[in-house]
């Protein structure tokens, strides 16, 4: 397993909009045959962060994920939705359910 964990930071006008995107994106990759788990998290503290989690099968599944109409969509959106450079941590599972 491949657990991604990706940090957003939208500027303050597009909130909603960024909300809205990483819906989309969450309800398309949750039906990709090879990923486990997707999660839009929004900081309380400072709600122009965002994270999502990530639980795709192997790589090949990370490959076809950024393939798809939903992603393409999803990261044309962060070009002027962000406020900074996204980044991604990448883990591999070691105790997980």
Same mark, same amino acid.
């Given at each position: 397993?491949?657990?991604?964990?990706?940090?957003?930071?939208?500027?303050?006008?597009?909130?909603?909009?960024?909300?809205?995107?990483?819906?989309?994106?969450? @309800?398309?990759?949750?039906? @990709?045959?090879?990923?486990?788990?997707?999660?839009?998290?929004?900081?309380?503290?400072?709600?122009?962060?965002?994270?999502?989690?990530?639980?795709?099968?192997?790589? @090949? %599944?990370?490959?076809?994920?950024?393939?798809? @109409?939903?992603?393409?969509?999803? %990261?044309?959106?962060?070009?002027?939705?962000? %406020? %900074?450079?996204?980044?991604?941590?990448?883990?591999?599972?070691?105790?997980?359910?």
């Amino acid at each position: 397993m491949i657990v991604n964990l990706v940090m957003l930071e939208a500027k303050e006008e597009y909130i909603d909009e960024m909300i809205e995107i990483c819906r989309y994106n969450h @309800e398309n990759s949750i039906k @990709e045959e090879g990923n486990v788990r997707f999660d839009v998290l929004q900081n309380t503290d400072e709600p122009t962060k965002f994270t999502l989690y990530e639980v795709f099968r192997d790589k @090949e %599944a990370i490959e076809f994920h950024k393939t798809t @109409e939903h992603y393409k969509k999803w %990261a044309e959106a962060m070009e002027h939705i962000l %406020a %900074a450079p996204r980044y991604k941590i990448s883990n591999t599972d070691i105790a997980f359910t």
